[in-house]
C-alpha cells in the first residue's frame, strides 16, 4: 500500500489546507438538527424527482412515437410497443403516487391539520385508481397536444414542418410537460406536478404553473421568461412571446392568498407580445392584441389593441466638422 492509499482523510485535509474531514462532518451535521427544513431524515415516504423525470419521458415517447426512440417503429410492432411503455409508465407512476400520497398525508399529520390518515391498503388502492384514471386521459392530453402541434407551426412562418417544432421548440416542451402536469393536479396529487414544471421551467426558461388551464391551440413562440401563474385561464388560440408575465398582484397576505383566483383570464384568439406583464384577477378579451412591453392590470374588452404609446426613436449620424446631424424616424410595430 503506497503512502497515498494509507493515508486518514483528516490527515489528507490538513495536508491540502482544509479542516479535517471528521470536524467538517460534524459541523455540518450539526445545521441539519438546527435547521430541519432543509432536511428530510428518517422519512419512509418521499417522492422522487429522477423517477418523476422518467415518468415525462415515457409519456413524451407515447405521445410522440418514432420522435423520442433509440430504435425505428413501425406499424406492425406499435401496439407492442405501446402496451410495453404503458406498463413500466403505470408501474413507475403508481409507486411515485404512492409516495407523494403517504408523503403529504405524513406532513398533514405534522402540522395538526385534520386527519388524513391513509395506510396500509387504502393508500394502495388509492394510488393505483389515480393511477388509472391519470392513462386514461392519455388520449384526451395528445389530442390537445395535436392543436398545439399544429399552432405552433401556423403561426411561425420560420418553421419547416410540424416535426420541426415537436424536436425543436422549446414552448412545445413547456407546454407537453404543462398538460402531463395539469392533469395530474386536477386529480389532487401532490408534489408530482410541481416537480414536472420546474423540471420544465430548468429545461426551456418557462415557468407555467400545472394548476394553470389553457385550451387548446396554445403556442409561446421563442418563450424564455414567459411566466403563467396558477390561476390563470387561457382560452384558444392564445399567442404568446417571449418575457410575458401572467402573474398576481402584490401577495403580500402569502398563504392567505391560497386557492383565490389571483391571475388573469385571457379569452380566445389573444395575442400577447414580448416583454407584457399582465397581473390580477382581470380578463382580456377575446380577439385583443396586447402590445410588448405593456404593464397592465385593467381589463380589456374583447377585440381591442393595447399598446404603450410610441416613442419616436432617433438615429443621428456621428457629428462632423461642418455638417449636421441628420435625423430619421422608424416606426416600430410587432412583428417578430
Known sequence: ?????????????????????????????ATYDSNDRMSHLDAEFLPSRARTIEIIELVRRL????FFDDTRLTSEIIRYHVG?????LRALLNDQIRQAIRYDENLAAENSEEDKNCTGETCDEKAARLTAEFLQRLPHI??????????????????RSTDETIFCYPGIDATFIHRVAHELF???IPLLP????????????????????????????HGTGVVIGETCIIGKHVK???????????TKGGQAWRG??????????????????ILGDIVIGNGTTIGGSVFLTQAIPPNHTVTMKAQELEIRERRRKGKKAKKTEHVLDFQI
Do not use: W
Open 1 to 29: 500500500m503506497n503512502e497515498k492509499q494509507s493515508t486518514h482523510p483528516s490527515l489528507a485535509a490538513h495536508a491540502n489546507g482544509g479542516v479535517p474531514l471528521d470536524e467538517l462532518v460534524q459541523s455540518l451535521v
Open 260 to 277: 383565490c383566483k389571483r391571475h388573469p383570464t385571457i379569452e380566445d384568439n389573444v395575442t400577447i407580445y414580448g416583454g407584457a406583464i
Open 84 to 88: 410495453d411503455l404503458i406498463i413500466q
Open 142 to 159: 395528445r389530442h390537445m397536444l395535436s392543436t398545439d402541434i399544429q399552432a405552433a407551426f401556423d403561426g411561425d412562418p420560420a418553421a
Open 240 to 250: 404568446v412571446y417571449q418575457g410575458v408575465t401572467l402573474g398576481a398582484l402584490s
Open 194 to 221: 410541481r416537480i414536472m414544471s420546474e423540471y420544465a421551467h430548468n429545461e426551456t426558461g418557462i415557468d407555467i404553473h400545472p394548476g394553470a388551464t389553457i385550451d387548446e391551440s396554445f403556442f409561446i413562440d
Open 63 to 66: 405521445m410522440f412515437p418514432g
Open 186 to 188: 386536477n386529480l389532487g
